[in-house]
């Protein structure tokens, strides 16, 4: 018995010490493609004038030290509605800005990005968002009744086809919470929307607790950036499933009119929106 035992011994040790070679597994690239994050947000009860956009190349996943903003480029949005161009300046830093942008609800605007010797153009509309009614905690709405969640109500107005979203950070957190909700059901009636943060100690979240502070970020947008950003927290929420389809690079509303081949990453967005900070007690 003691013989046999030595032998295993042995073998699983010869096994351990001997895998040492190392695999390399070539990784697919693509050619890297200009990023465009172009949110301007008016929130209410400011100005608006202060706006920035952000450029910058797509580089290989497990790249961590190439550097990827894009300066040099020439970046302008026009109001189509009264034809006021606004230039957003160069920062060299990847970040281009203005100081000088003037929102209008339900105006159309147009983003010129040239860059490289090519154009990409987008086309958005300026949405309104609702005022939020209502900010406050309860265990009732979500899975669990034992639960804290934080809730938030807003009466979404009448005769009119609405989109929203809703972005909910507790604060400290890396990542927000995403929620797109469309009035399709509910046109002209008092929404309420909740959030119930679970357990996971695969990603060390802890459920909500007294002193806990979330910050809500609640927008108005268009119903083609409703569908845009549905899909990218579909394809989010589906990391890890084994049984969800496989992700697609996501298209925005940006288009390169030069070379329509070499399309660019993100997307061009204008809303209005309404911000509010909640204490769990």
């Given amino acids: 018995m003691k013989t046999y035992f030595k032998s295993i011994v042995l073998i699983i040790s010869i096994v351990l010490t001997s895998c040492t070679d190392v695999i390399d597994v070539e990784v697919q690239t693509a050619e890297a493609r200009l990023v465009i994050e172009a949110s301007l947000d008016w929130e209410k009860g400011t100005i608006g004038n202060e706006q920035t956009i952000k450029l910058s190349l797509s580089t290989p996943y497990f790249n961590s030290e190439e550097n990827s903003i894009v300066t ?3 970046v302008s949005v026009i109001n189509n509605n009264n034809q006021l161009e606004f230039i957003f300046e160069d920062q060299n830093n990847g970040e281009y800005t203005t100081s000088s942008f003037v929102p209008e609800l339900n105006h159309d605007y147009t983003l010129i990005v040239q860059y490289n010797g090519e154009t990409y153009t987008a086309d958005e509309t300026m949405m ?8 406050y905690q309860s265990t009732e709405e979500g899975f669990d009744d034992e639960v804290l969640e934080v809730n938030a109500d807003f009466v979404d107005p009448i005769d009119e ?8 950070q507790k604060q400290n957190d890396l990542l927000p919470v995403l929620l797109d909700i469309s009035d399709k059901f509910t046109d002209g009636n008092q929404i309420s929307v909740y959030y119930e943060r679970e357990e996971d100690e695969d990603i060390n979240q802890e459920e909500f607790a007294v002193g806990d502070i979330v910050d809500v970020e609640f927008y108005g947008i268009s119903k083609q950036y409703y569908n845009y950003i549905g899909l990218l927290i579909l394809q ?5 499933d084994p049984f969800s389809s496989t992700p697609v690079a996501l298209k925005g509303n940006c288009v390169n009119t030069t070379d329509t081949n070499n399309y ?3 997307y061009f967005r204008l809303t209005q929106k309404v911000t509010a900070s909640y204490t769990f007690e």
């Fill in 236 to 240: 989010y929420e589906s990391i890890g």
């Fill in 161 to 168: 086809e609405n989109y929203y979203l809703f972005k909910i």
């Fill in 128 to 135: 309104p968002v609702a005022d939020l009614d209502a900010i």
């Fill in 264 to 266: 660019a990453f993100g």
């Fill in 72 to 74: 040099g480029a020439q």
